[in-house]
């Protein structure tokens, strides 16, 4: 089960690394460019990831907080109800991607300096 918990931290930081990258992608498309598809799988990767996680703890003897999973899991609803809702527009506004990037770096501090 160890080995499952490994991968799906591997898996987990792999997501936020796409998050993060999503916003430089986002930059080089340029300004009239529609949002990338990207922000949505990322997404989509942290929140499985996480999700499997959290439901994996009895058997991988861990104990989470459960506000700080409560907090993740809202920033991250966040981000993805926004790449949901301007994915299909023809053209990004430009506080998205660095809103949803912030977003992003909120969480990982979340992650980290929550013990
Ligand atoms: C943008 C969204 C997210 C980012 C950037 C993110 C980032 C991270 C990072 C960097 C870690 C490693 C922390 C460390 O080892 O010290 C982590 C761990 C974790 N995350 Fe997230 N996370 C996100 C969303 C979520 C969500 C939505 C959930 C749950 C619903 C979640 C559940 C967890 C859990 C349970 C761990 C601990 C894994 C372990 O060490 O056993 N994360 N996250």
């Not at 990258?21 to 949505?40: E, Y």
């Not at 703890?57 to 949901?84: C, M, Q, R, S």
């Amino acid at each position: 089960m160890e080995f499952v918990r490994l991968l799906l931290v591997f898996l987990h930081l792999l997501g936020m690394g796409m998050l993060v990258a999503m916003f430089f992608v986002q930059r080089r498309a340029g300004a009239d460019a529609p949002l990338n598809k990207g922000w949505l799988h990322g997404s989509a990767l942290q929140l499985l990831t996480g999700v499997a996680l959290v439901g994996l703890a009895p058997l991988t003897d861990k104990d989470y907080d459960h506000f700080k999973i409560g907090l993740k899991l809202l920033v991250l609803v966040v981000i993805a109800g926004l790449a949901a809702a301007n994915v299909n527009k023809p053209r990004a506004a430009s506080w998205l991607a660095p809103t949803m990037a912030g977003l992003v770096v909120l969480n990982t501090a979340v992650a980290v300096f929550w013990v």
